[in-house]
């Protein structure tokens, strides 16, 4: 099993910027893609960014540029560092992990991510 938990979320400003974090912790050695999506109560979930342990990355077009995904492997946390955010930002922002090595399979947003965090709401306002 693997635990993971968000952190960093909050209210800021259009423009502002935001760093969420997610902790792995349990049986980790095996996982291979960490990733971060959003969702809206009503609104279908979408990928925002994807990382691999050999640092390949894939974002949701609505994010290139502005967001970067990170991790730090000794840490076992991965990062989203958000810029330029925006009211369209608004979301409860999930840590996702898989065994899956294929970044495209996190584009479909139905796949079933092995492990999921809670969430961390983030809040853009205008």
């Known amino acids: 099993q693997v635990q993971l938990v968000e952190s960093g979320g909050g209210l800021v400003q259009a423009g502002g910027s935001l760093r969420l974090s997610c902790e792995a912790s349990?049986?980790?050695?095996?996982?291979?893609?960490m990733a971060w999506y959003r969702q809206a109560p009503g609104k279908q979930r979408e990928l925002v960014a994807a990382?691999?342990?050999?640092?390949?990355?894939n974002y949701g077009d609505s994010v290139k540029g502005r967001f970067t995904i990170s991790r730090d492997n000794a840490k076992n946390t991965v990062y989203l560092q958000m810029n330029s955010l925006k009211p369209e930002d608004t979301y409860t922002y999930y840590c996702?992990?898989?065994?899956?090595?294929?970044?495209?399979?996190?584009?479909?947003?139905?796949?079933?991510?092995?492990?999921w965090g809670k969430g961390t709401l983030v809040t853009v306002s205008s």
């Open positions: 996702a992990a898989d065994y899956t090595n294929d970044l495209t399979l996190l584009g479909n947003p139905h796949y079933p991510m092995d492990y």
């Open positions: 349990g049986t980790i050695f095996m996982i291979n893609v």
């Open positions: 990382i691999t342990n050999g640092g390949s990355t």
